[in-house]
């Protein structure tokens, strides 16, 4: 199981986070674009997930909210603080976020539908490529878990670079998820999480 240790820090300032590769491709049937995360932590403000791909999106045509993103060239960021429900937080490059909250892949309930302060995303086209930052206020995780983000609290994730309809399809994961076919929804074999 990988392991990150998340910087608390005053001001974002990735120069501090480390950056870690979402690089298991158990499944993909082509070679997935380089990808990576890095993480920091705004005390009282938000937890920050900064997601890259090295190949700028070949696809971006959902714009809805919770629409189909992951056929896009797509960036996701899981999340559970109890070891059971999880946030799933997936973003195109258009910044279109399918957020939700459940135990496994099915009866998932929109983060829309709940009265909790929404995550955000942050997209960003690169010279060479994409990143998506995924915004995560500290009042959602104490709403939706009742755990306080702060200094030493440990928590489990999983983060994903896809694009099933891209011209290159790929499953690309920072977690090893051993499973026969492509599937993200499983806690089970999220990395740990650590808040320095």
């Known amino acids: 199981m990988k392991e990150y240790i998340i910087p608390t820090v005053a001001n974002l300032d990735w120069t501090k986070a480390e950056k870690q590769s979402i ?35 070949s696809r971006a045509e959902n714009t809805e909210p919770d629409s189909a993103v992951w056929q896009d060239s797509c960036l996701e960021c899981f999340l559970s603080f109890d070891g059971k429900n999880y946030v799933n937080l997936e973003s195109n490059a258009n910044g279109a976020l399918r957020a939700s909250l459940g135990t496994e892949r099915h009866g998932r309930r929109f983060l829309k539908d709940m009265a909790i302060p929404m995550p955000k995303t942050q997209p960003k086209l690169l010279e060479n490529g994409w990143e998506m930052v995924f915004v995560v206020p500290c009042a959602a995780v104490e709403a939706i878990w009742g755990v306080k983000p702060e200094s030493g609290l440990s928590f489990t994730g999983n983060f994903y670079s896809c694009g099933d309809l891209t011209p290159s399809p790929h499953f690309a994961s920072w977690n090893y998820i051993d499973t026969p076919a492509p599937d993200f929804h499983r806690p089970e074999f999220f990395g740990r999480l650590v808040i320095a």
């Open 23 to 57: 690089d298991q491709c158990t499944w993909s049937p082509n070679p997935a674009p380089a990808a990576s995360v890095q993480a920091l932590f705004v005390e009282g403000d938000a937890l920050y997930f900064r997601l890259e791909s090295a190949a700028l999106p």
